[in-house]
């Protein structure tokens, strides 16, 4: 069965370091996500992305995150300069059409903690 | 904005227990809602969803009924097994938009 994966499972940084997360998804879709959980609260939307561009944010998705699809399998969530509060699971998701029919297919997740 | 409220967690029943994780929801128009499942070490995957009032949706013994009378969204299943022990989400999506809506989750453990 087709899967979303992502890398890497688990990263720690310095407190004002780069952090790239990679996740591939799943190869027919055509909406992919970026969702993050800091530990004990909800899981917020970050990001959407179709046809190469950004289709919404949220006011989380600031000037130090960008995202980008490289190379037609990847897409990957950037964090310029990560804060402490930064720390936080983030999931990639995919799928086929739009969020209220289109089922979202998320991966395992990437925790990032920030020292 | 749109919002979802959920019971707080953890749930703990023995196995065979009727179970009832409880959902509302605060959206402009009219929302498509779901439930996620996220197993311990996996990702989150659509347990059921309904899309319109009064739709049930269900799968693996796992039901919700959309009430939009109530704006609730309650998840039941009639007798839970160990393996049902996860953490269960509920989310709407509205607008026809792409963005999904998360309640904070609820853990659920089921022993034997």
């Known amino acids: 069965e087709p899967e979303v994966t992502q890398t890497p499972s688990h990263q720690v940084t310095q407190m004002g370091q780069e952090v790239i997360l990679r996740c591939v998804p799943i190869?027919?879709?055509?909406?992919f996500y970026w969702y993050r959980q800091i530990l004990g609260q909800k899981v917020e939307f970050l990001v959407s992305f179709y046809n190469n561009e950004i289709s919404e944010k949220s006011e989380i998705f600031d000037d130090q995150f960008s995202v980008e699809r490289p190379d037609g399998s990847n897409f990957t969530l950037k964090i310029r300069s990560t804060k402490l509060e930064d720390s936080a699971m983030y999931f990639c998701?995919?799928?086929?059409?739009?969020?209220?029919?289109?089922?979202?297919?998320f991966g395992e997740g990437s925790r990032l903690t920030v020292l | 904005g749109d919002s979802v409220t959920q019971m707080e967690g953890p749930v703990t029943l023995s196995e065979e227990a009727f179970l009832t994780i409880n959902c509302t929801y605060t959206?402009?128009?009219?929302?498509?809602l779901f439930w996620y499942v996220q197993y311990p070490g996996e990702g989150l995957q659509l347990l059921l969803k309904a899309t319109k009032a009064d739709d049930k949706g269900s799968n693996k013994g796992f039901e919700a009924t959309y009430r939009k009378e109530t704006t609730s969204f309650h998840l039941e299943k009639g007798s839970v097994q160990v393996s049902d022990s996860a953490v269960y989400f509920c989310?709407?999506?509205?607008?026809?938009?792409?963005?999904?809506?998360f309640g904070t989750g609820t853990k659920l453990q089921v022993i034997p």
């Open positions: 998701a995919s799928s086929r059409g739009r969020g209220t029919t289109g089922e979202l297919f």
């Open positions: 190869s027919n879709h055509l909406y």
């Open positions: 959206a402009t128009g009219y929302p498509s």
């Open positions: 989310a709407l999506s509205s607008g026809g938009y792409q963005k999904v809506t």
